[in-house]
């Protein structure tokens, strides 16, 4: 049992996505990016590298700038989201990451450089990136 | 290391006739073997293995402005003289490089996928007719338009010189990844009891099919218009998606178009860094598209067909539908200025057809 958002619960996550070779092909494969994620005021970093997600760590605010982009919701919307998964294995209709990042007015991918090469790498690895949080199904999780 | 046992073992000797001993064989020159531009080259792999890129080393990985050799001269060898010269017309790396081509290929080979047996195909099942008929108008015209990119891209190929092999192999995989759109939007059109629509206006893909004055100008048409619109229609037909075979689709289409647009963008960039003058005829070539574009906008197929998928069904087509309809465009439009803010390019909405402007829509259509 992980407490979302903790570098514990990301940890988790990183890996079951880590030894699940499934989550490495069909359209995912290898991923080279770094992403922030934004749960309200916490911000954490993903590193992948490969076919692995090597690291995830707490950051500052400042530290975003290393990020090619980052994830921001409010937490109550995280948990909305990973409930989702929870219950369906997979995110679902309103909860994929393309759709938050259709359908919330502020998006769901941001950067703070505006570098669209590094920007655009959320699109490029969208498939890695559901399958990230889509591993999230198969831990408990608290909030 | 191999040894000479090794290569007995994968290459039996000889048993020879008397006769054939007899047969005179010029003795080997072997004159070749000292003709090297550079030799003792190790590239040893690193984290995301024996990438392309990583072969740009001393001088193989010089690659000059120009690059008048017409011949099919791989980068580093040795050309022959007296070669006939091929169609290269593209010989200027301001009219093609893209300095992230090389990794753009290695992830579009890492990151493969396969229609017929990635996507859950049993999965999917029966939708009422008036949707499954505007899914299936929508994936003639994404078929369409695939079978336009794969024209495009490989007519102008084999136009490219040799020595810009990164761009040449990373636009082998966007016509693959064409060819593969095509597949699984016609599977989509097939394996639920509908079949193909209509063929959409081509307005557009005319413009980008008799496109031959360059290929920067083409790139501009090609990502901006067609792939930045089809991509942002992709990534909303994903938020609407009635089942997992549709969304697994258009996720992985979602990717592919990403690094297509990825390569155009940059591309773009690089060549009004490099020749600022370009920017008159790609800000032309915009100009031109967009009234193509607004023209093909008038025909009703595609945009009835999305409201319906959109609204989930005619009944919520005229209104919800219609709704996203327009909210897709104004994403398209926000995506292409951001593009070309980037860009540099002095592009803005009141330049655009009314279409797409927002507040100037309505009197537009009226």
């Given at each position: 049992?992980?407490?979302?958002?903790?570098?514990?619960?990301?940890?988790?996550?990183?890996?079951?996505?880590?030894?699940?070779?499934?989550?490495?092909?069909?359209?995912?494969?290898?991923?080279?990016?770094?992403?922030?994620?934004?749960?309200?005021?916490?911000?954490f970093?993903?590193?992948f590298?490969?076919?692995?997600c090597?690291?995830?760590?707490?950051?500052?605010?400042?530290?975003?700038?290393?990020?090619d982009?980052?994830?921001?919701?409010?937490?109550k919307?995280?948990r909305?989201?990973?409930?989702?998964?929870?219950?369906?294995?997979?995110?679902?209709?309103?909860?994929?990451?393309?759709?938050?990042?259709?359908?919330?007015?502020?998006?769901?991918?941001?950067?703070?450089?505006?570098?669209?090469?590094?920007?655009?790498?959320?699109?490029?690895?969208?498939?890695?990136?559901?399958?990230?949080?889509?591993?999230?199904?198969?831990?408990?999780?608290?909030? | 290391?191999?040894?000479?046992?090794?290569?007995?073992?994968?290459?039996?000797?000889?048993?020879?006739?008397?006769?054939?001993?007899?047969?005179?064989?010029?003795?080997?020159?072997?004159?070749?073997?000292?003709?090297?531009?550079?030799?003792?080259v190790?590239v040893?792999?690193?984290?995301?293995?024996?990438?392309?890129?990583?072969?740009?080393?001393?001088?193989y990985?010089?690659?000059?402005?120009?690059?008048?050799?017409?011949?099919?001269?791989?980068?580093?060898?040795?050309?022959?003289?007296?070669?006939?010269?091929?169609?290269?017309?593209?010989?200027?790396?301001?009219?093609?490089?893209?300095?992230?081509?090389?990794?753009l290929?290695?992830?579009?080979?890492?990151?493969?996928?396969?229609?017929?047996?990635?996507?859950?195909?049993k999965?999917?099942?029966?939708?009422?007719?008036?949707?499954e008929?505007?899914?299936?108008q929508?994936?003639?015209?994404?078929?369409?338009?695939?079978?336009?990119?794969?024209?495009?891209?490989?007519?102008?190929?084999?136009?490219?010189?040799?020595?810009?092999?990164?761009?040449?192999?990373?636009?082998?995989t966007?016509t693959?990844?064409?060819?593969?759109?095509?597949?699984?939007?016609?599977?989509?059109?097939?394996?639920?009891?509908?079949?193909?629509?209509?063929?959409g206006?081509?307005?557009?893909?005319?413009?980008?099919?008799?496109?031959?004055?360059?290929?920067?100008?083409t790139?501009?048409?090609?990502?901006?218009?067609?792939?930045?619109?089809?991509?942002?229609?992709?990534?909303?037909?994903?938020?609407?998606?009635?089942?997992?075979v549709?969304r697994?689709i258009?996720?992985?289409?979602?990717?592919?178009?990403?690094?297509?647009?990825?390569?155009?963008?940059?591309?773009?960039?690089?060549?009004?860094?490099?020749?600022?003058?370009?920017?008159?005829?790609?800000l032309?070539?915009?100009?031109?598209?967009?009234?193509?574009?607004?023209?093909?906008?008038?025909?009703?197929?595609?945009?009835?067909?999305?409201?319906?998928?959109?609204?989930?069904?005619?009944?919520?087509?005229?209104?919800?539908?219609?709704?996203?309809?327009?909210?897709?465009?104004?994403?398209?439009?926000?995506?292409?200025?951001?593009a070309?803010?980037?860009?540099?390019?002095?592009?803005?909405?009141?330049?655009?057809?009314?279409?797409?402007?927002?507040?100037?829509?309505?009197?537009?259509?009226?």
């Amino acid at each position: 049992m992980a407490k979302f958002p903790s570098v514990a619960w990301f940890d988790a996550v990183r890996d079951i996505y880590n030894k699940d070779d499934a989550m490495h092909g069909a359209g995912s494969g290898t991923c080279n990016c770094v992403v922030g994620v934004q749960v309200g005021r916490e911000l954490f970093r993903l590193t992948f590298e490969g076919f692995e997600c090597s690291q995830a760590e707490m950051i500052t605010k400042a530290q975003l700038d290393d990020c090619d982009f980052y994830l921001h919701m409010a937490a109550k919307d995280w948990r909305t989201m990973l409930q989702n998964i929870q219950e369906h294995g997979h995110a679902t209709d309103n909860f994929t990451l393309n759709t938050l990042d259709l359908g919330r007015v502020e998006g769901l991918s941001a950067s703070t450089h505006n570098d669209q090469y590094r920007e655009d790498l959320f699109f490029r690895y969208n498939q890695t990136l559901q399958f990230f949080f889509d591993g999230s199904a198969r831990i408990q999780t608290t909030f | 290391m191999a040894t000479a046992k090794d290569a007995d073992r994968v290459r039996p000797a000889l048993t020879l006739t008397k006769e054939e001993l007899e047969v005179e064989v010029p003795e080997p020159r072997l004159n070749w073997m000292n003709q090297w531009r550079e030799w003792g080259v190790r590239v040893r792999p690193g984290n995301k293995g024996l990438t392309l890129g990583s072969l740009n080393v001393g001088l193989y990985g010089e690659i000059p402005m120009n690059w008048p050799d017409r011949s099919r001269n791989p980068r580093g060898a040795i050309g022959v003289t007296g070669t006939p010269p091929v169609a290269i017309q593209i010989k200027d790396k301001v009219d093609l490089w893209a300095p992230c081509a090389a990794d753009l290929y290695e992830e579009a080979i890492q990151r493969r996928w396969a229609p017929a047996t990635d996507v859950d195909w049993k999965a999917i099942h029966p939708l009422p007719e008036d949707i499954e008929r505007a899914i299936c108008q929508v994936c003639t015209e994404i078929c369409q338009y695939a079978i336009i990119d794969v024209e495009v891209i490989t007519s102008w190929q084999h136009q490219m010189a040799y020595g810009y092999h990164e761009v040449k192999q990373f636009l082998a995989t966007t016509t693959l990844d064409a060819t593969r759109r095509h597949e699984a939007f016609r599977k989509r059109a097939l394996v639920n009891g509908g079949g193909l629509g209509y063929e959409g206006p081509c307005q557009v893909s005319r413009l980008l099919l008799e496109s031959s004055g360059g290929w920067t100008e083409t790139v501009t048409g090609l990502i901006l218009i067609r792939a930045l619109f089809t991509q942002v229609m992709i990534r909303y037909l994903n938020r609407f998606a009635y089942n997992g075979v549709e969304r697994k689709i258009y996720e992985c289409v979602t990717q592919d178009f990403a690094r297509l647009i990825t390569y155009g963008v940059e591309h773009i960039k690089y060549a009004l860094a490099h020749a600022p003058d370009k920017q008159g005829s790609i800000l032309t070539t915009l100009a031109i598209g967009f009234r193509m574009f607004n023209r093909d906008l008038r025909d009703p197929v595609l945009r009835e067909a999305l409201a319906i998928v959109f609204g989930g069904g005619i009944a919520g087509a005229r209104n919800e539908g219609m709704l996203v309809f327009y909210e897709m465009l104004d994403e398209y439009v926000q995506e292409l200025l951001d593009a070309c803010q980037y860009l540099r390019l002095p592009v803005s909405i009141e330049q655009l057809p009314k279409v797409f402007q927002k507040d100037q829509r309505h009197s537009a259509e009226n």
